[in-house]
């Protein structure tokens, strides 16, 4: 277990290491960042002066080891473009894109879980075959699309529901949150539902197929044998071993959320991570490019690494397998 | 054409008319339709500079009285103009036809590009083992661990850096292509790595090896041709998704620029226009995107069925 646990550590170091590599490279070869930050006036010695004192001049090891040093405590410089701490703006955008993707991995669930069941237990109804048309055209239609037609509808024809922006906002100090307002709760359905449409699809096909195998086996026969209710063995029996994959996938799907957000946040100006990694990568922001790829390396070594933990504790033949 | 080459081309048509394949085609009607509906999506867009009614990427011809036209069934249609005209008064059918060529280039590419790296890498990994084997894989599977569309937007982002903005607007397409190549590649090197592992120890190899061959010959003449079978089943559904991702990077602005637009860029312009009330410059080019990914997307799912035999 030790064992597993700490070469698991050191693949996600690595990979950290590696994403930081590509960050501090970015950082050093893509454009010169005394230029970003000097007005065309200044003198040849002035700039050599912010050189040296950006530490520019050292040895390249050197620089390298300080952006570690400066990455471990959050710390990724000013952005050329808004002229403010780049974490300070990370932190400030941060809560926008969680919420939303919290939200949309519950809508996911929600809504993707009981459509699996139903699906898997009546494999040929007309509600099953209308569900999967509808997940083949999920999966088919892009998330900015899906943003687009949602928008035409329900805010250019209906106008039930606002087409950008985050509503009403209520700042708790540390976090900002619009889920305390009516109008933040109006302009969140529409982005949440667009981001999580494509994983509710696939956590629908997913729990479909894991229900069909199980309601194969011996033991839902034997349940079945032994006078059950349907109600009880398709829920208490078959649905509970249906779960541990999907929670593994609906884990490492939230990653995606996050990644996917950058979409979905362009498409309804929200004003989070990915649309300003987006307005970033229009203008070569490279301090913002640089901590937005370390974040979001983290987050998914984060959830990669927590998710093969739980796969081990649920699973009780991969420790069977490490012990001989 | 002498009289065995006829009984000759006769005989391939019979098989093929005969074949499992051929069978699976003809009994679903959703994929006869599918593959209609992208026989004539992708004729229309290749030879869209001859078929389009107007040629929309020549200035000269468009003209702005013409422009917000809405489609010809609606009030204050033109004939002229099909599916309306945008802004610019540009004819939306011709813009689609030239756009979705533009999507099919990149689509059609970047797999191929996709394709031909994953291969040889899959071919290298399988056969050299060791140190090479262990670091490829490594690699694919810290990149499998983030979305394509992440890596392909850095992979843009830093072109970005590295060239100014008119040499890459110049060379975008091309970006666009190594950018969702390089996101791509790893299935291919994944699935042909495996199928070369089993291939390594057949004697066809063994003997190979015995005649002295050089090991770059021995792994792209005699071991390649064996392991091609379930690349045109991920290539398929690959396009798809190629397209979808070239969609949604021009649509976010960092693809094609808008003087060469592809689908996804159509979308991003018609977007400003569709609180105005001139939804259909959106939402035409949105459906053509739909169609063909879709129509793409069927006929992978019934290949990928139809060429495995465990399910017959």
């Given amino acids: ?72 405590q959050f710390e990724f410089g000013q952005s050329y473009q808004h002229k403010r701490a780049v974490s300070g703006l990370i932190l400030d955008r941060l809560p926008a894109t969680l919420e939303l993707s919290l939200i949309s991995a519950i809508f996911t669930l929600a809504v993707g879980v009981p459509m699996g069941v139903h699906t898997g237990l009546h494999r040929n109804s007309l509600v099953s075959k209308i569900f999967m048309t509808v997940s083949l055209v999920g999966v088919s239609l892009p998330t900015f699309l899906i943003g687009i037609l949602l928008i035409f509808i329900f805010s250019v024809q209906l106008q039930w529901l606002p087409s950008f922006g985050r509503g009403e906002v209520v700042d708790l100090g540390f976090w900002s949150t619009g889920l305390l307002t009516a109008t933040g709760w109006k302009a969140i359905i529409m982005p949440a539902v667009t981001l999580g449409l494509f994983q509710m699809t696939l956590i629908m096909r997913l729990v479909r197929s ?11 026969k034997f349940a079945r044998a032994r006078g059950l209710p349907s109600r009880a063995i398709n829920f208490g029996h078959a649905l509970k071993n249906t779960l541990v994959p999907v929670i593994t996938i609906a884990g490492l799907q939230l990653g995606s959320l996050i990644a996917f957000a950058i979409i979905t946040e362009t498409v309804f100006q929200w004003p989070g991570m990915g649309l300003m990694f987006l307005q970033a990568i229009q ?42 | 054409m002498s009289i065995t080459t006829t009984a000759r081309a006769l005989d391939l048509l019979q098989r093929a008319v005969n074949s499992d394949i051929y069978h699976s085609f003809r009994s679903s009607k959703m994929v006869m339709v599918a593959a209609v509906v992208s026989a004539v999506m992708i004729i229309g867009a290749t030879f869209s500079p001859i078929l389009a009614p107007h040629n929309t990427l020549d200035l000269a011809s468009i003209s702005l009285i013409d422009s917000l036209t809405p489609p010809v069934w609606m009030e204050d249609g033109d004939s002229r103009f099909l599916l309306g005209t945008d802004d610019q008064g540009r004819d939306m059918l011709s813009a689609i036809m030239h756009g979705a060529r533009v999507s099919l280039f990149v689509g059609f590419a970047s797999v191929l590009f996709a394709m031909v790296l994953g291969v040889s890498l899959g071919l290298i990994s399988g056969y050299a083992g060791g140190f090479l084997d262990s670091f490829i894989m490594r690699a694919a599977e810290i990149q ?9 937007l850095l992979i843009d982002g830093i072109f970005r850096g590295a060239l ?61 041709p064996n392991v091609t079978g379930p690349l045109l089943v991920i290539a398929t559904i690959n396009l798809a998704l190629a397209i979808i991702t070239e969609a949604t990077l021009s649509f976010l602005g960092v693809g094609v620029p808008p003087t060469e637009p592809s689908l996804g860029t159509l979308i991003r312009i018609g977007n400003d226009f569709l609180f105005s009330g001139e939804w259909w410059i959106t939402i035409f080019p949105g459906v053509a995107l739909a169609v063909l990914v879709l129509a793409v997307n069927l006929l992978g799912d019934w290949l ?9």
């Fill in chain 1, 1 to 72: 277990m030790i064992g597993f646990i700490l070469k698991r550590f050191f693949q996600s170091f690595i990979v950290m290491f590696l994403v930081a590599m590509l960050a501090f490279t970015m950082f050093n070869f893509l454009g010169d960042p005394v230029n970003q930050m000097v007005g065309i006036d200044t003198s040849a010695a002035d700039r050599e002066a912010l050189r040296d004192r950006l530490g520019l001049n050292d040895p390249l090891y050197a620089q390298f080891a300080r952006f570690i040093g400066n990455a471990l």
């Fill in chain 2, 164 to 224: 100014d903005a008119k040499t890459h607007d110049e060379l975008a397409v091309y970006v666009m292509i190594l950018a969702i190549g390089l996101s791509f590649w790893v299935q291919y090197a994944r699935t042909v790595r495996s199928s070369t592992l089993v291939e390594k120890g057949k004697e066809y190899v063994e003997a190979a090896r015995v005649t002295g061959l050089p090991p770059f010959l021995i792994v792209f003449r005699h071991i390649l």
């Fill in chain 2, 304 to 312: 990928r069925d139809a060429l495995n035999p465990k399910l017959r």
């Fill in chain 1, 210 to 220: 894991e229900m069909l195998e199980v309601l194969r086996s011996d033991y839902i």
């Fill in chain 1, 283 to 324: 203008v070569v922001d490279i301090p913002i490019m640089a901590a937005y790829l370390m974040l979001i390396a983290f987050f998914f070594v984060m959830i990669n690494l927590i998710v093969d933990m739980l796969y081990y504790v649920v699973d009780p033949r991969l420790r069977v397998d490490s012990t001989n």
């Fill in chain 2, 144 to 152: 499998l661990s983030f979305p394509a569309i992440l890596i392909a």
